[in-house]
């Protein structure tokens, strides 16, 4: 009866599928996105906003102003990443802070989420004003309660789509 029952199940599912079920399943492809080490300048685009960005260093750092909840256990440490970037073209001189992440992943897979800061050297703060034709600088913090950050991977804010990775 068992073998009846695979049988007659592996019979109506060739039937169902046409016996070809390759088109049917989605097919993967490998994101098309600039990636370098650190201290090389990658060309970022994201729809209509083009950018020169290059990480030119991960290092330890003092809680810097208004981080706000002081850093998370075991490792209570705070790294901060040394961040160029050009702003080739942008429709406004916010878009790029209101589009933008810069994310800390680490070798194990977790990505760090940057901490706010009040400090004039916030990478945040200087992309507020980046028109077209500027460069500005800063730091982006980061909380590495766990591993130390491997990579920088820069992502949409709205759709988390990848747009750039710099490998340490």
């Known amino acids: 009866m068992r073998r009846w029952f695979i049988t007659v199940l592996a019979t109506l599912s060739v039937a169902v599928l046409g016996g070809v079920s390759a088109p049917l399943l989605p097919t993967a492809a490998a994101a098309d996105i600039p990636i370098g080490r650190l201290g090389e300048t990658l060309r970022v685009q994201n729809g209509d906003m083009i950018a020169d960005v290059t990480v030119r260093s991960i290092v330890p750092s003092e809680i810097p102003p208004g981080f706000g909840y002081p850093p998370r256990p075991p490792r209570h440490q705070v790294w901060k990443a040394e961040v160029v970037v050009q702003a080739v073209q942008v429709p406004n001189p916010y878009a790029l802070a209101t589009s933008l992440v810069f994310n800390g992943v680490t070798p194990t897979g977790d990505a760090y989420q940057p901490r706010n800061s009040d400090g004039p ?8 004003n980046a028109p077209q034709g500027s460069t500005v600088a800063g730091f982006v913090y980061w909380d590495c309660y766990r591993d130390l950050v491997s990579n920088v991977v820069i992502t949409d804010k709205t759709s988390g789509i990848r747009l750039a990775q710099w490998n340490v």
């Open 121 to 128: 050297e916030a990478l945040k703060n200087t992309l507020n």
